[in-house]
């Protein structure tokens, strides 16, 4: 047994998907004769996520990416490999199980749609047999960190996609999970409440010392919280480190912006241009070679102002499925 | 640091508690689309009136009576199936359809409380509302069409106990029916038949006594006449004590039954889930 809180091997799910032509023939057909597919959501992915970590977990749309979280959290049943969380294999979604985590995906309700959400929590604190008192200090902590104290008042179906992803939040953590699946908690919110979100995630993490993996199409949400990331695309495993190491090994390269006093000239003798803004140059140039471009524009180039940087999280990400794809 | 979990409340006393919770989120519910309930039990009220209305005309052209029922004892009859009727609502396997296709279960799965146990709370306390509203229409009902009671404690006892019996054997049947969703996404045809049946072998289509010798021999065989015609005739009929502990002595088999037909199809059903939607 692992001592991991998440620990899968050679996990795969494999869904059968029927299948048809367009058209009036091909329903006629299906009814004789169903078609069906093999899709391999998750394909043989493997890694270990330590107790207290917070790991980004990253992928293209269709990548496995929730269908691993559905795995992890008891939802769906492995078709073949291991799964453990917190020691327990999910799929037998013991009680002891299922109070000890919590998944929460951005575009579900899981509230009582016509009522306020303090319902919603009274009913889950029966559920998860939370103490009263228990209950009642985690609830009122949880609603002033995020900041919903109005809200909880009114109706769900009453409030912005923001505001009821917060409720859902506070919903989801009364009984205070040791391991939380977050899948595209900022999906659709604006910058503001998509950062309130981020710092709470922060915040729990550090005040309950809870493992958290997280999926999110937004970059700053992984960059501000994530040390580790995990890239999968088709179901397989494409990366598993530091994210600063995921660019250090995709992309050989780092962007130089430079503002010149005279114009921009013809910069293509040191890298490759890939923007001009009037006298602002940003070009990209392999990483051993970034001290003596740097050097070579200083000394021969007007040079107003210099900035040397990674490639943006977002140019890797891609970098990576391009590759993957290429393979 | 890990976290601690929370303590637990003890098994039995939350196990109370969390019906009670969804029984009361039940009621407010229900409140909260007060005007849309009782339209939905004004409509339910019309199934029984336009039974007792055809039975009661059939009854007076017959001399006074129909199969040895009279008008009143008809009316006795569908003014307590009403009350049935409302009692005996449960979550339908439509229900379970729209709830497994659209991928609602995910959040019922995730907690640490089989989602049969919601389903069973939550109609439970939809009755109480249900009930209030009830009333006015069956003393309008009962003004109407003077119906014959002659009614024991004992019976009123029974009564009691048999129309929750009712509840319990229409949920578990309903329930394993709608988790042939898990199978086919489409329930509805299947459900269509077992409505079908219910109206023909469980007395609420007309008294049992009314319908030939076959189907009332064929109905000692199936649930469907423990959730409508026994809990009506608790009130309504001449039992003996023996028949009215025997009559719930046989409700607890069928609901016995329904739970193991319920537990051994969600055992294979569950690992069908995809979780779409959600």
């Not at chain 1, 695309?233 to 660019?247: E, I, P, Q, T």
């Amino acid at each position: 047994m692992s001592d991991s809180a998440v620990h899968i091997a050679e996990l795969r799910k494999v869904f059968d998907v029927p299948e048809r032509e367009a058209g009036l023939k091909a329903a006629t057909k299906s009814l004789v004769r169903r078609r069906k597919k093999e899709v391999r959501a998750v394909d043989g992915i493997s890694f270990d996520i330590a107790h207290g970590e917070i790991v980004g977990f990253l992928g293209p749309n269709g990548a496995g990416k929730t269908t691993t979280l559905k795995m992890l959290s008891g939802l769906l049943y492995v078709s073949s490999g291991e799964a453990r969380v917190l020691g327990h294999v999910p799929s037998k979604r013991e009680r002891d199980f299922l109070r000890r985590i919590s998944l929460v995906m951005g575009n579900r309700n899981q509230l009582q749609w016509d009522l306020p959400a303090l319902d919603s929590f009274e009913l889950n604190r029966s559920i998860y047999r939370i103490p009263r008192a228990d209950f009642l200090r985690t609830r009122d902590e949880l609603v002033e960190l995020l900041e919903v104290g109005d809200l909880v008042r009114t109706p769900v179906r009453q409030l912005s996609l923001g505001e009821r992803m917060k409720v859902e939040i506070v919903g989801s953590l009364l009984h205070q999970p040791q391991v939380l699946f977050l899948d595209e908690p900022t999906i659709g919110l604006d910058v503001t409440m998509q950062k309130r979100i981020r710092e709470f995630v922060a915040q729990y993490r550090q005040r309950h010392g809870a493992t958290v993996m997280l999926t999110s199409h937004y970059m700053a949400d992984v960059q501000a919280l994530c040390e580790r990331v995990i890239v999968i695309h088709h179901g397989r495993l494409l990366f598993d480190g530091n994210l600063a190491a995921l660019s250090n090994t995709v992309a050989a390269w780092k962007t130089i912006a430079v503002a010149l006093e005279n114009g921009a000239g013809d910069l293509s003798s040191y890298g490759e241009v890939i923007h001009r803004d009037g006298d602002l140059v940003t070009l990209r140039v392999p990483k051993a070679d970034t001290a003596r471009v740097t050097a070579r524009l200083l000394a021969e180039q007007a040079v107003l102002d210099l900035n040397v940087e990674d490639p943006p999280i977002e140019d890797v990400i891609e970098l990576v499925f391009a590759q993957e794809a290429h393979e | 640091m890990s976290s601690v979990p929370l303590a637990q409340v003890g098994r039995a006393r939350s196990f109370v508690d969390f019906y009670l919770t969804t029984m009361r989120t039940a009621v407010q519910q229900q409140f909260q689309y007060r005007a849309a309930t009782y339209m939905y039990l004004i409509g339910m009220v019309t199934e029984p009136v336009i039974y007792l209305v055809v039975w009661t005309t059939i009854a007076e052209d017959s001399g006074g009576s129909v199969g040895g029922l009279t008008p009143g004892e008809l009316a006795a009859y569908y003014i307590v199936w009403t009350f049935v009727r409302t009692m005996n609502i449960v979550f339908t396997p439509y229900g379970w359809e729209g709830r497994i296709r659209e991928g609602e279960l995910s959040g019922q799965l995730l907690r640490p409380l089989h989602p049969i146990h919601y389903d069973i709370a939550w109609f439970a306390g939809g009755k109480i509302p249900w009930v209030l509203f009830y009333l006015p229409i069956a003393v309008m009902l009962t003004l109407v069409f003077r119906p014959t009671f002659d009614v024991r404690p004992l019976e009123v006892v029974v009564f009691a106990v048999a129309i929750w019996g009712a509840y319990l054997i229409r949920t578990f049947n309903q329930s394993a029916l709608g988790l042939v969703t898990f199978w086919t996404t489409r329930v509805g045809a299947l459900f269509s038949l077992y409505i079908v049946l219910e109206l023909l072998f469980s007395g609420r289509l007309v008294p049992l006594t009314l319908m030939p010798d076959w189907v009332q021999a064929v109905a000692w065989f199936l649930p469907f006449q423990w959730t409508f015609y026994f809990p009506i005739q608790t009130l309504v009929g001449q039992y003996t004590n023996a028949e009215l502990l025997g009559g719930l002595a046989l409700q607890a088999f069928w609901t016995a039954v329904g739970i193991g037909l319920f537990s051994l199809v969600w055992r294979y059903a569950i690992r069908r889930y995809t979780a779409v939607g959600n």
